[in-house]
């Protein structure tokens, strides 16, 4: 957590240290991004720096919570969309938008899944992991209650499942099938124009589909 004299800094001179942040993070893996790198880049001292966070990793994690807000901002599908599945797709819809619009970001979030000596890191990353499938935890019990989903479903397990499929797997497949690597992106966000959207949602209807077949309530259930 950054310390209360980064609080204490102006809204744009905080902007600027992150935005540095991202620069380097998205330069650089996490282990071989230096500090003293991003302290120029924000036109600071290093020793301000460590005023405003404990090391690296706190200045990485307190930037990726930044970034998520950004990010959660951009792609929440606004009231009324619909029911789940609807809501997902939504989801999808503005996460490329997102990915265009902010590509410095979007490559930033990619380094999330680069492995690390840092076993700080590494957890860290399992963290990242456990608020995703907290997300759709939330999502499933809503539907769940609005009747959407089978009514004895194992809401962890469908919540691990639904992470899987709708974050590692279809990322995996959408790079898989566009010839690209999570690496190639983040050396050069150019490559992500790559990504067409009907490609996209064609991977996002296709592992909906999956979804729906064994989550939802069938027809046949509510006659």
Not at 3 to 11: G, H, I, S, V, Y
Request: a negative charge; aromatic letters at 8%; glycine letters at 6%.
């Amino acid at each position: 957590m950054p310390k209360p004299t980064f609080a204490n800094l102006p809204d744009d001179k905080r902007e600027r240290i992150f935005r540095a942040a991202i620069e380097e993070f998205v330069a650089h893996p996490y282990d071989s991004a230096s500090l003293t790198r991003i302290a120029e880049r924000a036109d600071i001292s290093k020793g301000s720096l460590y005023q405003y966070f404990d090391d690296k990793l706190d200045l990485f994690e307190a930037t990726g919570g930044w970034a998520g807000a950004k990010k959660v901002a951009y792609v929440t599908p606004p009231e009324g969309t619909g029911g789940l599945f609807d809501q997902l797709r939504a989801m999808y819809v503005t996460g490329v938008d997102f990915m265009r619009d902010e590509p410095k970001l979007a490559q930033f979030f990619a380094r999330h899944m680069e492995p690390s000596s840092d076993e700080r890191f590494e957890r860290l990353r399992q963290l990242r992991k456990s608020q995703s499938v907290q997300f759709f935890k939330g999502l499933i019990k809503a539907a769940m209650h609005r009747g959407e989903l089978r009514p004895l479903l194992d809401v962890e397990l469908s919540a691990h499942i639904f992470h899987n499929l709708m974050s590692d797997g279809l990322g995996d497949t959408l790079l898989h099938r566009t010839g690209l690597s999570a690496k190639d992106i983040a050396q050069d966000p150019c490559l992500a124009l790559r990504i067409r959207r009907e490609d996209l949602m064609d991977v996002v209807d296709e592992t909906l589909d999956i979804l729906k077949r064994g989550f939802a309530v069938a027809a046949a259930d509510t006659e």
